[in-house]
């Protein structure tokens, strides 16, 4: 079946340090990945994604490669700043593109 | 593109009464919806995946007759919870997606406190 692990948060880090986000997956087929950004009260927003193996996805200074030998599909930031702290969500979508299964989610505080 | 929009974003209601959420797609035609609902500090869970005109299909564990979904439009669908409890307290969020996309469009989530 599918499912999607991602690191256990808080994840806390001072400003312009570098940020990764484990996540690994499982699924049958050839899921698409992504990552959403939740802030405080709000909804999810897509940070970024990749369709197929080796597709690099980016945004905001956000990067995640989509590793298939591995199942891995990990967010680096090479600098966080205080406006990035909000929850991650590594997410994959199956062959039918009409189920979504995401990861537990990740907390990022960033300090001044 | 691609706005989802979610009405209201906050409700408050007594145990016992119904409570109606709306899910719009202001610029796209969505073929398929989803709800998800979403406890504190947790993951998000699929509830119910509705298409337009067709009836939902929920999730195992999820009561359809208490959450009621109904997707009449390609712009719109409504989750009814029914004689609320105080357990379903919770944070809502739809999503949409079109026939050709891989996609989900999320709204910004209805904030349910049931008294």
């Known amino acids: 079946g599918n499912s999607v692990t991602q690191m256990e948060g808080p994840v806390t880090l001072s400003e312009e340090a570098f940020l990764t986000i484990n996540c690994t997956y499982t699924a049958t087929g050839y899921p698409s990945l992504f990552w959403y950004v939740q802030y405080p009260g709000e909804g999810l927003q897509l940070l970024l994604k990749a369709t197929k193996a080796d597709d690099k996805g980016s945004n905001k200074g956000f990067e995640a490669t989509y590793r298939k030998e591995t199942t891995s599909f990990h967010l680096e930031k090479g600098s966080v700043q205080v406006s990035d702290s909000a929850v991650y969500f590594c997410a994959l979508s199956g062959d039918n593109f009409n189920k979504f299964y995401f990861g537990s989610g990740t907390k990022l505080n960033v300090k001044p | 593109g691609a706005v989802v929009s979610q009405h209201p974003s906050r409700v408050i209601c007594k145990s016992g009464t119904s409570v109606k959420i709306e899910c719009r797609s202001l610029d796209f035609q969505a073929t398929t919806m989803f709800w998800y609902r979403q406890f504190p500090k947790q993951s998000l869970m699929l509830m119910a995946t509705?298409?337009?005109?067709?009836?939902?299909?929920?999730e195992q564990g999820v009561e359809k007759d208490k959450f009621l979904i109904n997707h009449a439009s390609l712009t719109l669908s409504t989750l009814t919870v029914t004689s609320a409890h105080p357990e379903d307290s919770s944070f809502y969020i739809c999503?949409?997606?079109?026939?050709?996309?891989?996609?989900?469009?999320f709204g910004p989530g209805t904030r349910l406190t049931v008294l």
């Open positions: 999503s949409a997606s079109t026939a050709t996309s891989y996609e989900q469009f």
């Open positions: 509705s298409n337009e005109g067709s009836k939902a299909t929920y």
